[in-house]
Structure formats: C-alpha cells, structure tokens
C-alpha cells in the first residue's frame, strides 16, 4: 500500500479528523479506529494478566509523527510520549530531510547474547578452551529448547567465553551464548537456552554455574541511519543554513568529547526512539540500557551520533546502536494499541522496526542540536510547555490556545500566570 507521509495540515485538525484521516490513508478498519477513540484500549483483563496486582490502566498521548521517508517508502510513525515538542521535532526534521532522499538504514542480524556466570573455576584458562572445544555441544543442547525458532531460521549460533581473573570473588568465567532470534526481543528465549546449558558448562570445566541471564548490551544487534541535508534546507531566520551547519557540528563535538552534555545529548535521541518502542509494546527500558552502555564502549560516555560536513557543504548525520525490538512476544503480541502500532508502520520484520526506531532517533536529535545552534531550546519547547501549563491551570477547548498564547508572548510561562489569565477570559 502506497501512502504518502506528508499529511499536511495535521496538527491543525482535530483527534477525530486526524483519525478519520488515517483511517482513509492506512484503509484501517473500524475496529482499528475503535480502539484510538474510545478511553481505555487496553482491556482490564489483559492489563491484568501482563502485569501483578493491577488496579487499572495509565493512558498516554499516542500521537503521529509524519513526513518521514526511510529507505525510498514513506513511513507514519505513531509515538506515545507526554513531552512537548518531541512529536513536532521529529516530523518537521523529517520534511527538511525529504529533498535529500530521506533517512536510508541497515541493520545487523538479531543477535543476542545469554550470559552463564560460573565460579570456583580453578584453572580459569583451560576451562575455557574445554568450553570451546565443547561448543558443538553447548549450540546443540541449547538449540533443542526451541525447535520453532530454529524452523524459522534463528537459534544458537556460537559461544564466547570471557575470563575475569581479577574479580573479588576469584576468577570468574562468563560464556556467552550467541542467538539469532529472529522477530522476537528475544529474553525469554535466551534465558530458556541458558538455564538449559548450565549442567553441561558445570560439567566441562568443573565450576559452579551462577546466573543464567540475558545481557541488555545488545551489542551484535545494531541499527543504523544515516541522513543528509542541504545547506539551504537549514535556513532560519537570521540563520544561514551553512550557518546553523557550523552550530550543529560544533553542538555534537561537545557532546561527544564530555559526558555531561552527552547523557542530555543522547537523551534527547532517545525522546525520538523511546515513544515508538513504547508504541510498538516493546521493552523501552533494555533499549534505554543498551544505548547508553554502548555509549561507554571507547572508555568514556559519549554521543550515540555523528554529524558532519560533506564535500559539498551538505550536513550528514549518522547513528549505530543496538536496537533489541521484536514484533512477537509480551506486550508486543497482546496489547491491542501495539498492533495497531505495527500495521500503522506497515512493518514486516524486527530489524525494520528497528530500523525506523533509529531514523526517529536521528530525526530528533537534529531537531534538538538545530535549536541550539539558532534560537535556544527554550523559544519552540515553552510555546508547547505552555499548552501544558494552561491545562494544568484548568483551561478548556479553545482556553488553552488562548492562554497559551499570551503567555508566550510575555515570555512568561507559569502556573499562576495561566490562572490569571484564565481567570481575566472568564471573567470578559
């Protein structure tokens, strides 16, 4: 199906214009809009069985982030985020990234590592060549626990083994088990296999196994995007757009060389990534620990980006990072809005929808650095805040706008300010 992700106009409609737009563009059913227009698309009875001790369900704004192109197809791209501004960032930095052919992406297999701590190891060297000599044997046993994943093509491929010779506790050996599982996020796989292999590693090298646990540094599965833009497409007032190139290159050396802009500058990547994998019922909280461990990986916290300048002046801007998204299994599988999620994007494997995660990733952290390289990040993110601002003083329907506005104007986005000025308009 062809679509076109410009939607122009959109945030000028209302929700059920928006959904009625939607549902003519993507031919969703009415049960599809159904779920987006009632309060409360997750049933209590499935909250209940995904989680303990349910008492009810949260709701969040689920929002679409629009104009994006990945890899020649136009891609709407649902978010469920509460901060302002990270939905209008991300669609705006995609329609300047469009005349440049959009963002293209790749990615690596879905590899995933299940870690088997073992201790009292004495001879710590040569256990670890019995393990490896014995590897056939490990992947064999491993792969026996999951006979459908290796009908579709995944399953245990190799083993590492690291040695810690200088732990507190005496040396520690750690095999890796190395599995391709496929569309899956993949934990609960991984942990099946290594519980299965402890009772053989025990008996190869004589150690005590300890954890049998998956590693959240997803390291063998990475996703990549990479995007260029022309100078005149950065052009702001009272900005040339080689101007604001020179501020964004500048931006990213800062936080690629200190860690204290970079776990601000990596936040704001992950204020792209985290609403889609929340979207998608995928564990945005693994994602969030891989990113900023490989952040660490050349010794010091750094940038998850890279942005700099071609030969012909055009700014290009890349990102790698593990991405672990899967399109089966927990909340993925069962929450209704996370399918609805799936069939908006129109994905068809875990690497696409990590894929895309990145390009959305790449997409807000432009957004970010090209606000601090011309107006501040201050100007755009309170004209939003202060539609939150007026909702929290109890502004309604076109109050809020009202409100909003004049704060801005002031440049004086408070609390009490909003309830003045709502109490002034109620009073006319």
Not at 18 to 34: C, F, V
Not at 343 to 359: H, N, S, Y
């Amino acid at each position: 199906m062809s679509i076109d992700s410009r939607l122009p106009q959109f945030r000028s409609l209302t929700p059920v214009q928006r959904l009625e737009h939607l549902q003519q563009q993507l031919a969703l059913s009415n049960a599809d809009t159904a779920l987006l227009r009632k309060a409360g698309a997750l049933p209590l009875g499935v909250a209940e069985g995904m989680i303990e001790n349910v008492v009810g369900t949260f709701e969040l704004p689920y929002a679409i982030a629009t104009n994006f192109q990945i890899n020649g197809r136009d891609v709407l791209i649902p978010l469920v985020v509460e901060e302002p501004s990270v939905v209008a960032a991300a669609s705006f930095m995609a329609k300047l990234a469009r005349p440049g052919g959009g963002f293209l992406t790749s990615s690596t297999a879905p590899l995933m590592r299940a870690q088997v701590q073992i201790m009292g190891v004495d001879d710590p060297y040569s256990a670890r060549l019995s393990l490896l000599r014995n590897k056939d044997e490990i992947i064999a046993l491993a792969n026996s626990k999951d006979q459908l994943l290796n009908t579709l093509g995944g399953g245990c491929r190799d083993i590492e083994v690291h040695t810690f010779i200088e732990s507190p506790r005496g040396p520690m050996l750690v095999a890796h088990l190395i599995v391709d599982v496929r569309d899956a996020m993949g934990a609960n796989t991984v942990n099946t296999m290594a519980e299965a292999v402890a009772p053989l590693i025990e008996q190869l090298c004589g150690g005590k196994v300890r954890l049998r646990i998956l590693s959240n540094l997803a390291d063998l599965r990475l996703a990549r995007a990479q995007v260029r833009i022309a100078p005149e497409q950065l052009d702001a007032p009272g900005y040339q757009g080689s101007e604001v190139i020179e501020g964004i290159i500048d931006a990213y050396t800062f936080a690629a060389i200190d860690p204290y802009r970079a776990a601000t500058h990596n936040k704001g990547i992950m204020n792209g990534i985290d609403p889609l994998v929340v979207a998608t019922g995928n564990d945005w909280r693994a994602v969030e620990a891989g990113a900023h461990a490989y952040a660490c990986r050349n010794g010091h916290y750094g940038s998850l980006t890279t942005w700099e300048k071609a030969g012909n002046g055009h700014l290009v801007g890349t990102i790698e990072m593990p991405m672990p998204l899967g399109l089966v299994g927990g909340a993925t599988r069962t929450h209704p809005l996370a399918q609805l999620s799936l069939r908006i994007l129109g994905v068809k494997t875990a690497q696409e929808l990590a894929e895309i995660a990145v390009a959305v990733g790449l997409a807000q952290n432009l957004g970010a650095l090209r606000a601090l390289a011309t107006e501040g990040i201050q100007r755009g993110h309170m004209a939003l805040h202060a539609r939150n601002i007026a909702l929290s003083a109890g502004a309604r329907g076109e109050e809020i706008d009202w409100v909003a506005t004049r704060m801005v104007e002031a440049k004086d986005v408070r609390a009490d300010r909003a309830q003045a000025l709502l109490t002034e308009r109620r009073g006319q």
